[in-house]
């Protein structure tokens, strides 16, 4: 599917929201609670697999026709094809209002059963494991094309990379960013000396407790120039993300147990729509109550009524700006190898 990019839009009252990995889960919910709440929105779909995204549109369109609904292609492993979204978009918007980073990847290989079997004995325990997934995954984290460990790219670098890239329309916009971050995030797991998680088995945990910092740097950096930047995280959700390592069936039969533990861990939102409730929720506060230190998250009750819990973030403070400079370095390393300028546009 050939995707065009026509003239930049004119009308600037309209709200413009990307939303990256939207065309399943949390972001298909999310772009669809947007449209009921905000019917005038242009909303931009940034996916990886062009055909996905076109499904997406068409199953938006379907119960919002009157809908304005972009297709954009990102792939957040490919640094290269990064920088020509983000010229892409230059091109075709002269504002930007949100920026949802919800992309992501988590590739588990498989379950530590023995030690979720253990931990039945020791039910607080066995509630961390499922809410947390600490213990109980299995990743197999591989390397991309440029180099890199693909679940820091994907997860976290690629987006640093698109925001650089789109810096200057984002200030000019006085754009907020929205990161979606995980209950997995864990301190423990990330180090400064290894951002990329070179040398650990924990890689999803670190890219999102990475991420979580980073949002308290880039506000930091940019709150001075009008630029936002927020963290939620949806909870527990069945997703295409859960569903390599749980099935649908299987979701499907233990769907009665999962409720259970929601009585106990009401993180443990199960659906999408539910976990999608933070992404809304930020979008109609304002930005300057939403604090830096702190990740909006999903929970829901018993019988499905959702609600938001700020949880603070652990970090020492200069940490964030430590990894931030990092990643400039990295991404100005890029920048150089593909002889493309963020200020300039041109290749």
Not at 207 to 234: C, Q, T, W
Request: charged share 20%; with cysteine; hydrophobic share 40%.
């Amino acid at each position: 599917m050939s995707i065009s990019f026509g003239a930049k839009m004119a009308e600037k009252e309209e709200k413009v929201v990307i939303i990256t990995g939207a065309n399943s889960g949390i972001g298909l919910s999310f772009a669809d609670r947007l449209l009921t709440i905000d019917p005038t929105v242009v909303l931009c779909l940034a996916c990886r697999n062009p055909s996905r995204a076109d499904t997406a549109k068409k199953t938006l369109l379907a119960t919002h026709p009157t809908a304005r609904i972009d297709l954009v292609r990102l792939d957040t492993s490919d640094i290269k094809g990064i920088f020509e979204t983000a010229k892409n978009i230059k091109r075709k918007y002269s504002r930007i209002d949100f920026l949802y980073l919800n992309a992501g990847i988590m590739p588990v290989t498989h379950l530590n059963w023995k030690h979720m079997f253990k931990s039945i004995l020791t039910p607080l325990q066995l509630i961390d494991m499922l809410t947390t997934g600490e213990g109980l995954l299995n990743l197999q984290d591989d390397t991309t094309k440029d180099g890199l460990k693909s679940i820091f790219c994907t997860n976290l670098f690629g987006h640093f990379v698109l925001i650089q890239e789109l810096e200057d329309l984002l200030c000019q916009s006085q754009s907020r960013i929205i990161w979606t971050s995980s209950s997995n995030a864990d301190k423990m797991h990330f180090s400064l000396q290894d951002i990329q998680h070179k040398h650990g088995t924990q890689g999803y945990s670190s890219s999102k407790y990475a991420m979580d910092i980073l949002n308290i740097a880039l506000n930091e950096k940019y709150n001075n120039r009008g630029v936002f930047s927020h963290l939620i995280s949806p909870g527990v959700v069945a997703t295409n993300i859960t569903s390599t390592f749980f099935p649908s069936w299987m979701w499907s039969v233990l769907y009665p147990v999962f409720l259970l533990v929601r009585v106990f861990a009401p993180r443990f939102v199960i659906e999408p729509s539910i976990g999608a409730e933070s992404m809304v929720w930020v979008y109609g506060e304002d930005r300057i109550s939403v604090r830096s230190d702190r990740k909006y998250t999903s929970y829901s009750s018993a019988i499905g009524n959702s609600y938001i819990v700020p949880e603070e973030i652990e970090y020492e403070p200069k940490e964030p700006m430590m990894l931030y400079n990092q990643l400039d370095k990295l991404h100005k390393m890029f920048q150089d190898k593909y002889n493309t300028s963020s200020n300039t546009g041109e290749q």
